[in-house]
């Protein structure tokens, strides 16, 4: 939140939502506790008069606050979790720490998802992966 301040971004559009928890939620109760967890963010952000909500993610975050292995498995299933909701999912993952550390974002990484993702947003085109 501390990014969107330094921009003068207006953060009252922003609600904070822990990708640790939707890693709890997807191992302890799969793909049915991710919808949950995705469906007591639309019912926040209903109450606000949102039409529905827009998760956006840092894969390099997610693996820091959690392993390689969990994020894996959520990427499984997390396109599918989407499904029939007024929400949708965001992935931002950092080319820099790929290209020249690989300390989080890795092959393996990269390759899933490549596998688990529908779409492919680069040079400002949005592409659809076959999948």
């Given at each position: 939140m501390e990014l969107l301040d330094i921009h003068g971004i207006n953060k009252s559009r922003v609600i904070f939502f822990p990708v640790k928890?939707?890693?709890?939620?997807?191992?302890?109760n799969g793909?049915?506790?991710?919808?949950?967890?995705?469906l007591t963010l639309l019912k926040e952000a209903e109450s606000n008069n949102y039409k529905g909500a827009r998760i956006?993610?840092?894969?390099s975050f997610a693996i820091g606050e959690t392993s390689k292995e969990d994020f894996l498995k959520l990427e499984e299933v997390l396109r599918y979790a989407f499904i029939g909701m007024k929400a949708s999912g965001l992935c931002i993952y950092d080319a820099f720490d790929y290209i020249h550390n690989r300390d989080l974002i890795d092959e393996d990484i990269i390759k899933n998802s490549l596998d688990t993702h529908s779409?492919?947003?680069?040079?400002?085109?949005?592409?659809k992966i076959k999948i």
């Open positions: 928890s939707m890693v709890i939620a997807n191992n302890k793909i049915d506790g991710l919808k949950q967890l995705i956006i993610g840092q894969p779409h492919l947003l680069s040079n400002n085109c949005l592409n």
